[in-house]
């Protein structure tokens, strides 16, 4: 991937896929669930997304999960 990963100060947390602490960008990010779905505008949801710099694995939470 490619993808270009923005500057932020780096947070450190732990990496499911690097099996250690990282380095890693976090940021929030509105996604849509369910785009084939008529109502597509209600499945907008707020995700946490956090790219480890070690690895680029991207990691996304729903924020509104209990
Ligand atoms: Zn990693």
Redesign the pocket.
């Known amino acids: 991937m490619a993808s270009k990963i923005p500057r932020t100060d780096g947070r450190t947390e732990q990496?499911e896929?690097?099996g250690r602490e990282?380095a890693h960008d976090v940021r929030v990010e509105v996604r849509t669930e369910n785009e084939q779905a008529e109502h597509a505008a209600n499945s907008r949801e707020p995700y946490r997304v956090v790219t480890?710099h070690?690895?680029g694995?991207e990691t996304s939470q729903r924020m509104n999960d209990a």
């Open positions: 990496c896929h690097c990282t480890c070690a690895c694995e």
